[in-house]
């Protein structure tokens, strides 16, 4: 599998912050990934970093709904391009996912992600 890298990142990566019941104010609801919504651990402008309990195939593509505070983004397609299994009981794995998406609604999603990060 492929480790997390930070020499290879393209984007500035900036943790999730947290609301008030101790969710990340971004989720991501991908039944095929997560089984449901998760909290990723932190983004950037080109992707995530989640934690799942299901090992995901690399290169596999799910679609997902994004929510960004308030703002929910519905048909996000997002690439795993990363898997590292943590080796806990119950084991569990670090994904990357990359945002599979022009530049324009990348550069949308970017200003979301900024406009979250000044308000918290």
Known sequence: ?????????QYTRFPNPQMEDGRGVVQISAPDLAGGSV??????SGGFRVV??????????????????????DGIRMRVV???ENFGRPPTWEVGLQLEMEEE????????LTVILAEH
Do not use: H, N, W, Y
């Open 1 to 9: 599998m492929e480790e997390f890298a930070d020499d290879r990142r």
């Open 39 to 44: 909290g990723p651990e932190d983004f950037s």
């Open 52 to 73: 799942v309990f299901i090992e995901p195939r690399l290169d596999q593509v799910v679609t997902c709904s994004l929510r960004l505070g308030d703002i929910t983004v």
């Open 82 to 84: 990363r898997v590292k």
């Open 105 to 112: 609604a990348r550069d949308q999603i970017a200003s979301l």
